[in-house]
């Protein structure tokens, strides 16, 4: 850029050196001096017309009228000068600028103003912004005193001079200054819009303009103007920069980018220029020794009284931005209650200022992703509304309730008692429990809350959000309506589960998983028919841990799509490899997450599993939980793809989620698989009708039933007397690693032989 800008400057200092030649060379003959310079004038304003024609011909080139005007002011320019130069010739004297080159000028700046005047109108300026009006009213103003002042009033005083060359002067300040308020609002335009930057040497080419018409003006009130000197060089270079605006428009897409204007610069223009004509004004009314209300003084009143209503209305407005943001950052939109920015601004001050304790009850809703899942973020939303109104009408007047997150409240009390922190729980939780109503379902809330106490147990707001978390999710392992009080105990588990996280990314390529085999039992005859695969974890250093542990952290840091992709191929394989082996086919169940079931290339991923292992899809056996099938039409498209595979599907842990008939009725299902809590309770005394009904459930739908966690003989006979027909737990076998479930197999069929 800088390359393609430095020539107009060059050429500014060609001429420069020519108005100099002509004024040194031909000093001695007045008529040819003024020929000469006048004659470089005439060039460039040929040039610049040229130019500006050029651009206004080109079809792509939009504003054509703004244009034409423009290149019918600098073609009026200089025609103007071409009359003068003809007039010269033909006299071969020195003389002024005839009364046709004046009109001819004066015309020029009829087209200068239309075309401005055209441009502002298609590229219309929000005067609605109070700053860029005022600074446009403050450089008007002081313009108008100083132009009054210096040049209108002293011109009007003065009777040596015609009347015909006062009225050509008069004229030209009048247009002068309202080519001045368009070049004022021009320039705000630009920087607005980086694409208009090349109009800056249209700023200036008419900037220049009006100075050469201020100091012809001065000059002709203190009588020593000379034609050809300083006063016609400016006029000249403001024709060259006004024909550089057309001529570089046409690269202007290319460089937007490089003339772009940093915004600090621009801020630094709006604020320096306004209080820049201020001081101007001031100096030259000191400089008047005239303290009388004359046109100087009176203008800086008044730019001194609008820069007062200026700065009050942008103190205003600079208010009123601040509490909107304010409210923006620190309000939740759905609830209107404090964010959790509000929550650390706020705690944290009242934690510096007061000397007193807190407890924060960090409350989760839960199962709103599932429910923003199957009914929508509407429905989601009008949940989150409804608890937030719950809790404001319960919580009191001296707790703070923040919305921590999309599913999380904070509530912050102070001078609480144990006790009083207990009827609070208490008061939550009730409010809570009354159903949700939908246009179609009840939906039940369901929550947990984490409990810390401040300074006693977190002394630091990071360890208030830390402990609470961590009691949030310790409260979450318990039946729901749970909440539970940090302790020090809890520093520890948090501890091993950061480090359990970091060790379960890699726990698949360090070989720390295996899959563990339970058998599956036909209850009349005591063959095995299939097997559970369960996922085992040893750890390196906390050696076995818990799927109930560890499934639910693979779930919350995203591995279980990797973890259950693995498991899935392993049992695969396995069972396949049994088969090679000579045992009888058996059907191997693998359990799937509600996260795994919601990736969308969750089947793909089934049917790359049995392409790789060549199982044949009859021995496998997919099992879900009821959480998975609520909303039917999805879970039907996928579950009916893994039945289309030859794959079967078994409701897992049946009876203890919210199934419906019509979920059961209407979705490929196989085989419910009853929980192990209805199983503990069964004996001769209590034979529990909740398993009977069950069983005839399944049994009335063509379903298979298995019964799991059975342990004793007396459970397995009530359970086959009312019609279950599989089942499996420690009764029959514990689950075991692959190769001692191969032993347990060759035993299996040897003692199958031997009694036979």
């Known amino acids: 850029m800088k390359s393609v800008t430095k020539w107009p400057f060059l050429i500014l200092i060609g001429i420069s050196m020519m108005f100099w030649y002509g004024n040194v060379i031909y000093e001695g003959s007045e008529w040819i001096r003024l020929t000469f310079l006048n ?40 025609i103007g000068t071409l009359v003068w130069i003809i007039d010269l010739l ?99 335009l630009i920087q607005f819009n980086k694409k208009n930057k090349s109009l800056n040497y249209l700023i200036i080419g008419l900037f220049l303009q009006i100075l050469g018409d201020m100091l012809f003006a001065q000059m002709m009130i203190s009588e020593n103007y000379q034609s050809g000197k300083f006063v016609d060089f400016v006029w000249t270079i403001a024709l060259l920069f006004i024909g550089c605006s057309a001529y570089f428009y046409k690269d202007e897409q290319k460089t937007a980018f490089e003339l772009g204007t940093p915004f600090f610069s621009t801020m630094k223009r709006e604020f320096l220029f306004p209080y820049l004509s201020i001081l101007v004004l001031s100096v030259l009314m000191m400089e008047s020794y005239d303290w009388s209300l004359n046109a100087l003084s009176f203008g800086w009143i008044m730019i001194f009284l609008l820069t007062i209503v200026r700065q009050g209305i942008t103190t ?13 950052a620190y309000t939740d939109i759905l609830t209107n209650l404090g964010n959790r920015a509000a929550f650390l601004k706020e705690t944290q001050y009242a934690m510096d200022s007061r000397q007193q304790d807190f407890t924060f009850i960090l409350l989760q809703v839960e199962r709103l992703k599932m429910f923003n899942d199957v009914f929508g973020h509407q429905v989601g939303e009008q949940l989150i509304k409804e608890v937030s109104n719950r809790l404001k009408h319960t ?33 939550i939780f009730d409010v809570l429990q009354p159903t949700f109503k939908t246009s179609d379902f009840e939906l039940n809330i369901i929550g947990h809350i984490g409990i810390t106490h401040y300074p006693k147990q977190s002394i630091s707001l990071e360890k208030v959000q830390q402990h609470t978390a961590e009691a949030l999710y310790q409260a979450k392992q318990y039946a729901n309506y749970s909440f539970v009080i940090y302790n020090n ?128 899809p009859e021995w496998l056996e997919l099992e879900i939980t009821e959480s998975i099938v609520q909303n039917i039409k999805e879970s039907f498209n996928i579950l009916q793809k893994i039945k289309s595979m030859g794959i079967k599907i078994s409701i897992d842990d049946f009876g203890t989620g919210y199934s419906s008939l019509n979920v059961l009725e209407q979705l490929p299902i196989d085989t419910l698989k009853i929980d192990k809590s209805f199983i503990d ?35 397995k006979e009530i359970l086959y007397r009312n019609g279950c027909m599989i089942g499996q737990g420690y009764l029959f076998s514990r689950p075991v690693d692959y190769y001692t479930f191969v032993d347990f197999l060759t035993s299996y069929a040897q003692s199958n032989v031997t009694s036979s």
Not at 168 to 180: E, P, R, S
Not at 579 to 584: A, H, M, N, P, V
């Open 39 to 78: 004659t470089i004038q005439l060039t460039v304003g040929i040039v610049s017309t040229f130019w500006i024609i050029r651009l206004y011909k080109n079809p792509a080139t939009s504003l054509k009228i703004f244009w034409l005007f423009l290149s019918m002011g600098t073609g009026l320019s200089f």
């Open 90 to 188: 033909i006299t071969k004297q020195a003389s002024e600028a005839p009364p046709f080159s004046y009109f001819l000028w004066a015309l020029c700046y009829i087209c200068y103003f239309i075309a401005l005047l055209y441009r502002l109108r298609k590229t219309y300026i929000q005067f609605a912004n109070m700053t860029y009006f005022f600074n446009t009213m403050i450089y008007m103003i002081a313009a108008i005193s100083i132009s009054y002042y210096y040049l209108l009033y002293p011109l009007y005083r003065i009777e040596e001079h015609s009347l015909g060359k006062i009225t050509y002067t008069v004229i030209f300040q009048i247009a002068d200054l309202g080519i001045l308020f368009f070049i004022i609002t021009l320039f705000y």
């Open 316 to 328: 205003s407005k600079n208010n009123k931005l601040v509490s909107q943001l304010n409210e923006v």
């Open 395 to 427: 919580i009191g007047m001296n707790v703070k309730l923040y919305r921590f997150t999309e599913d999380e409240f904070m509530i912050v009390s102070s001078n609480k008692s144990t006790a009083d922190i207990l009827l609070l729980n208490e008061s």
């Open 489 to 616: 105990e809890m520093e520890s588990n948090l501890l091993r589960k950061l480090e359990m996280e970091a060790h379960l990314k890699n726990a698949i390529k360090n070989n720390q998983l295996s899959v563990y085999y339970q058998p599956k039992v036909d209850l009349a005859s005591g063959c095995m028919v299939g097997m559970e695969a369960l996922l085992r974890w040893e750890h390196p250093k906390f050696g076995w841990i818990s799927p109930a542990e560890f499934i639910p952290l693979a779930e919350e840091t995203g591995l279980i799509n990797e973890i259950g992709e693995w498991v899935l191929y392993t049992a695969a394989h396995h069972n396949k490899q049994l088969q090679r082996l000579g045992f009888k086919p058996l059907l191997v169940s693998v359990n799937v997450s509600a996260l795994q079931f919601q990736n969308p290339n969750f089947c793909n991923m089934v049917g790359e599993v049995i392409t790789k292992t060549k199982l044949d």
């Open 681 to 715: 309770r069964i004996s001769y005394s209590n034979p529990s009708p909740m398993v009977k009904a069950i069983i005839e459930l399944a049994l009335n739908l063509q379903l298979n039933v298995v019964a799991e966690g059975i342990e004793t003989v007396e459970q």
